[in-house]
Each structure stands twice: as structure tokens, then as C-alpha cells.
């Protein structure tokens, strides 16, 4: 599995799981989504490296 751990002083932790385009998170992934999730972190599915920095830009306040 795949993870990209994205954090930003002071912002809150974040974390984009990594897919090849046309691929989609498998049924362990998306469990460890909702256990993170239930924990108070966002997670985000990003099919290339260029789409993290416009999902940084929505996480900022």
C-alpha cells in the first residue's frame, strides 16, 4: 500500500493514498480509510503526484 503522510505546521495531519489512474482502493484500503477517518483524520485518494498540492490548498484555513 501506497501513502503519502502530508502534514503542514500547524495544520492538522492528513493522508492521500496513492493510486495508479484508472485503479481504486481495495476493500483493506478502504478499512483503513474509515479507521483513520474515525480517528480524526482526513484521508484522500490522489491518482497523480500533482493533484496533492491542490488538495493541500483545500485543507488550508
Partial sequence: MTQAFIYRAPARV???ELKQPGN?????QLAYHARLRAAGFRVVVAW????LPTIEEEERP
Fill in 14 to 16: 492528513w493522508f492521500a
Fill in 48 to 51: 497523480t503526484l500533482e493533484d
Fill in 24 to 28: 481504486k482502493p481495495t476493500d483493506d
